[in-house]
């Protein structure tokens, strides 16, 4: 049962990767930044975004709650997404390349970060961190680092806020999921700044 947080955080990050990405996948930008005046709207990115958003919602309320990131919500939108990916390239829409490497770099990272740091990051935070690099991956070829940067940035920066305020040790157990989330939305507008 999804939580209000998590209704809310699906309807603010489905605008948000929704959005990001229909204007970070306009052909005016790919493959390079965007001028304020060159934007258009690439549909075939906004719904994907939209989904993609909605259904991260879910996950970050549910790995904010439980600690877990369910597979049953992972493996279809991961499928989802690489099927539509593949299915719009003879439309011109680019990216596949990238798409795939974000994925694979980001997932082999965090699994080596997984097995080496037992008990720090999850094979689910593994599986996010899959689809995340192939959505960044699609919008543009550098998105993934920006991504992971963002990723561990945002969550490092929030560890530290609670160890200052005595809210948590070094040991706390902190979801990465949002994080990683958040991390992904940065790196979705990376392209417009």
């Known amino acids: 049962m ?5 209704i809310l955080l699906a309807l603010v ?4 990767f929704g959005i990001g990405g229909a204007l ?12 304020p005046a060159s934007l258009t709207l690439s549909w075939w990115h906004l719904i994907p975004g939209l989904v993609l958003g909605a259904c991260l919602g879910v ?13 049953r919500i992972q493996y279809p939108l991961l499928g989802g997404l690489a099927a539509h990916i593949l299915l719009v390239r003879p439309f011109g829409v680019h990216g596949l390349w990238s798409a795939l490497a ?5 997932a082999l990272v965090f699994l080596v970060l997984a097995v080496v740091a037992a008990g720090g990051l999850g ?23 920006v991504f ?3 990723a561990f940035l945002v969550g490092g ?24 989330i958040a991390g992904a939305a940065i790196a979705t507008w990376w392209t417009l700044l």
């Open 123 to 145: 094979l689910g935070d593994v599986k996010l961190g899959a689809i995340l690099g192939l959505w960044t991956g699609w919008l543009h070829p550098t998105g993934p680092v």
């Open 102 to 106: 974000g994925a694979i770099g980001v």
């Open 24 to 35: 970070a996948g306009g052909p005016s930008t790919a493959g390079g930044r965007a001028s």
């Open 148 to 150: 992971v940067m963002a």
């Open 157 to 180: 920066l929030y560890a530290l806020v609670l160890m200052a305020l005595k809210k948590a040790t070094r040991t706390s157990h902190i979801p990465f999921g949002p994080f990683l």
């Open 59 to 71: 996950l970050a309320d549910i790995d904010i709650r439980s600690h877990r990131l369910p597979d």
């Open 2 to 6: 999804t939580s209000r947080r998590g």
């Open 13 to 16: 990050l489905a605008l948000a």
